[in-house]
């Protein structure tokens, strides 16, 4: 009986020891965790920004295919399930024009949003939305803006087959910039718009870049207020884009949100960085909150350098995975997957010699991510990533590799103590000295 318990105390304490070991190991995703990686270059410079996946189990992307330094396209691209490319497309004119983000809309095709210097008024950027067929050919495109800087950031598509578009402009508003959100028809046609400042209306500069459709049919949009150093900003408005309340979350210095999701309690959690608290120059910064918008609890995630957090979802189990970069370090991706008070379960970095980072994140399965990132060898600031190459990443949970590797362990552990076990029998005395002693260290 004691030799049975031994057994079991020494498996379990094996494989509680090898699971800790891969969760709280090296700061680079390991080679096993690492399912496939694809890197793609363009003409001359290439960024990727957004991906999805689709019905196939394949994935569509869009980003950038830099020309030159004062005209870039918009690119949109498709890979089958292992991150191969089958087609890409670009769109665009003369000048500088971006995608920021890419939908599925319910006909089978896809949407990107984003900005255009090509086209619209007076040579500044206005909000770009394009709409194409399932092969990436262009059905239409809309401009929208007016004398000055316009941007749009992030989009969704509503239930009567409309577009709701999110992110900058300086032409309409209280502030310097505001916070923009267009709806479109399913043409692209404005039907109406709305500008949102922050606290203090009239802020000098108000931004947002995430928009999602709420559960009340509503929209939430997240980016940053300014009122000195920037905080984070959350407004809630209704279908018709009237604001219903807006919040603010931040410190003495700078706090931005890049992403947002509506959790499963109904409330909203945002990612992106701060200055203001955390353990480096600049941390991940992961905020939750009730569904009226206030806060119940942050965390933030990083070393001694800057990170930051350009990607979040909310896991199928509840938790949230966060994508962005680091510099503590190497100038690397970095991955941050937490339990559902936000408390960090695993990380990991991603990257070569030149600097990478991480822009948007999806969950293919219940342990497994695919990753958009960019690769520049340019002097960067990590939250304007200028791009050399895209890159598509998939990992998985190291739990997944933990309990195979444990399965694999347990029966040579057995075996080498069932062979021991044969060897003590012939030595009953020393044998039992043996096994009381391990009992007693247990």
């Known amino acids: 009986m004691s030799f049975v318990l031994f057994i079991f105390i020494f498996l379990f304490f094996s494989s509680r020891l090898l699971s800790i070991n ?30 999805i996946q689709t019905s196939d189990g394949g994935f569509v992307g869009t980003g950038n295919d830099y020309l030159d330094d004062f005209n870039d396209d918009v690119l949109l691209f498709k890979t089958d399930s292992e991150g191969l490319m089958i087609w890409n497309k670009t769109f665009g004119g003369t000048d500088s024009d971006r995608a920021r983000e890419v939908i599925k809309t319910k006909d089978g095709g896809f949407a990107l949003a984003g900005s255009t210097s090509s086209f619209g008024c007076c040579g500044v950027a206005s909000m770009y939305l394009i709409k194409t067929d399932s092969e990436g050919n262009k059905e239409w495109e809309g401009i929208y803006g007016g004398l000055y800087y316009d941007a ?102 700078s706090d931005t949100a890049y992403a947002i999701v509506q959790t499963n309690d109904n409330g909203f959690a945002l990612a992106g960085f701060t200055k203001a608290v955390g353990s480096g120059e600049s941390d991940m910064l992961l905020v939750k909150t009730d569904s009226d918008g206030q806060m119940e609890w942050y965390q933030t995630y990083g070393g001694p350098e800057y990170e930051n957090a350009h990607a979040l979802i909310q896991t199928i ?77 998939k990992i998985k949970d190291p739990s997944s590799i933990d309990k195979t590797t444990s399965n694999l362990a347990a029966p040579l552990i057995l075996s080498i103590l069932m062979l021991i076990f044969y060897k003590l029998k012939n030595k009953k005395k020393e044998g039992f000295r043996l096994l009381n002693y391990f009992s007693s260290s247990f």
């Not at 891969?22 to 920004?49: A, F, L, P, T």
């Open 22 to 51: 891969q969760v709280n190991g090296g700061d680079e995703c390991s080679e096993n965790q690492i399912d496939w990686v694809h890197h793609y270059s363009g003409q001359v410079k290439s960024g990727g920004s957004s991906i």
């Open 152 to 253: 749009a950031y992030s989009l969704v598509q509503t239930e009567d087959n409309g577009f709701v578009l999110a992110g900058f402009t300086n032409s309409f508003g209280a502030g310097q910039y505001d916070a923009y959100l267009i709806k479109t028809d399913s043409m692209g046609i404005m039907e109406w718009n709305h500008t949102y400042s922050g606290v203090w209306s009239g802020t000098q500069y108000d931004g947002a870049y995430d928009v999602i459709q709420t559960h009340d049919g509503g929209f939430a949009l997240a980016g940053f207020t300014s009122f000195g150093y920037p905080d984070m900003f959350l407004v809630k408005v209704d279908s018709e884009g009237e604001e219903e309340w807006i919040k603010s979350y931040g410190g003495l210095d």
């Open 317 to 393: 189990d509840g938790g949230f995975a966060l994508a962005g970069s680091t510099s503590s370090g190497d100038y690397d991706m970095f991955f941050v997957k937490t339990n559902s008070t936000g408390s960090m379960e695993w990380n990991c970095t991603y990257g070569g010699e030149n600097a990478d980072g991480a822009f948007s994140l999806i969950q293919t399965s219940n342990i497994s991510y695919v990753i958009l990132g960019s690769s520049t060898t340019e002097p960067v600031e990590l939250f304007t990533l200028n791009n050399n190459e895209f890159w598509l990443l």
